[in-house]
């Protein structure tokens, strides 16, 4: 009886110690696949963030584009930027009064 006692003490200590390999196996893996899963976030990240520049830089060079337009038209046209400039304030005005 002594040594049936022995060996269910020794399956539930086997069993006990693959419990504890098994966990620890599925930590690592745990840890490894956080590992994947911040550096996929990281690269997505990095190519959004040059998209985003891209569109950036491409947006700064037509605002300049329209820049240079205005300031010839201004040069080519003064009265008639004059005007358009009283219409614009005569709106604006109109629209705050109203408030």
């Known amino acids: 009886m002594a ?12 069993e006990l110690e693959s419990g504890k390999e098994a966990a620890l196996a599925a930590y690592h ?4 696949a956080q590992a994947h899963f ?7 990240g990095l190519d959004l963030k040059s998209d985003a520049v891209a569109q ?21 046209k003064p009265l008639a930027t004059l005007g358009l400039a009283f219409v614009a ?10 408030n």
């Open 38 to 44: 911040r550096q996929a976030a990281e690269a997505a």
């Open 29 to 32: 893996s745990l840890l490894e």
């Open 89 to 98: 304030a005569l709106l604006m005005a109109r629209l705050l009064s109203r």
């Open 56 to 76: 950036l830089l491409k947006g700064k060079d037509k605002a300049d584009e329209l820049g240079q337009d205005l300031e010839k038209y201004v040069h080519e």
């Open 3 to 14: 040594g049936t006692t022995d060996k269910g003490s020794k399956d539930k200590q086997q």
